[in-house]
């Protein structure tokens, strides 16, 4: 899974307003695809996956959809609440070892 | 289950000690990771092992940096000495091992800061 590019950056949104980070990567052997969510000044922990195998998982609120032809694969968070407020990574794995490559994070601010 | 537990928490030092941090990997789980993370570089894996052995050290960024696990519930990352650049947060997370599909749960992290 190397090599995940994420955008945007920054992102800020109205409460109920619906929220989408993109990430695109290289490494057409990756197979798993984490969102992980970090709070200010906590661990990242993640909030939704999806492998290759399925094109779209969606769970309350969050849901990715994944493209492998383009090697993409997008978070949307929908009726965005201020405790959404977070940065958010991608990631990637896949081939031969375990090791997860993170994009840069979207630090997300939902206003109310 | 309580978790990744790393230690310290918090870490100051100054430039040319030697920090030690600490790892205890959630019970049964056989991959562990050592990541950094800063604001300019983000989340960046350092090393990682799978059933205690290094696999992927090719993040370490020099021969300052050494991690060892000698056993299945505990793993240090050294570094020797520190400089201030190496002043981030330092996460170690653990999965259980068995495929490349698999959720990694981070430890609260330990911050350092070398003065």
Aim: proline share 6%; charged share 20%; hydrophobic share 30%.
């Amino acid at each position: 899974g190397e090599n995940v590019e994420q955008h945007p950056s920054t992102l800020s949104v109205q409460e109920g307003d619906s929220a989408v980070i993109k990430c695109t990567y290289s490494d057409s052997a990756s197979n798993y695809f984490p969102w992980y969510k970090q709070e200010l000044g906590k661990r990242p922990q993640l909030i939704i996956d999806i492998r290759s195998n399925v094109g779209e998982k969606k769970d309350q609120r969050i849901a990715v959809t994944l493209n492998k032809t383009a090697k993409h694969f997008s978070l949307h968070i929908t009726e965005t609440q201020p405790e959404d407020s977070a940065v958010y990574f991608c990631a990637n794995s896949g081939g031969c070892n375990y090791k997860l490559t993170f994009g840069k994070g979207t630090l997300l601010t939902v206003n109310p | 289950d309580a978790g990744v537990i790393q230690s310290p928490r918090h870490e100051v030092t100054e430039m040319g000690q030697e920090v030690t941090l600490r790892c205890k990997p959630i019970s049964g789980h056989n991959s562990l990771f050592w990541y950094r993370q800063t604001m300019m570089r983000g989340l960046e894996l350092l090393i990682y092992f799978n059933n205690n052995v290094p696999i992927d050290d090719s993040g370490m960024p020099e021969d300052r940096f050494s991690a060892k696990m000698p056993n299945a519930s505990f793993s240090t990352l050294k570094i020797q000495p520190s400089e201030p650049r190496d002043s981030a947060v330092y996460f170690c997370a653990s999965s259980i091992g068995t495929s490349d599909q698999e959720t990694q749960y981070f430890g609260p992290g330990t911050r350092l800061l070398v003065l």
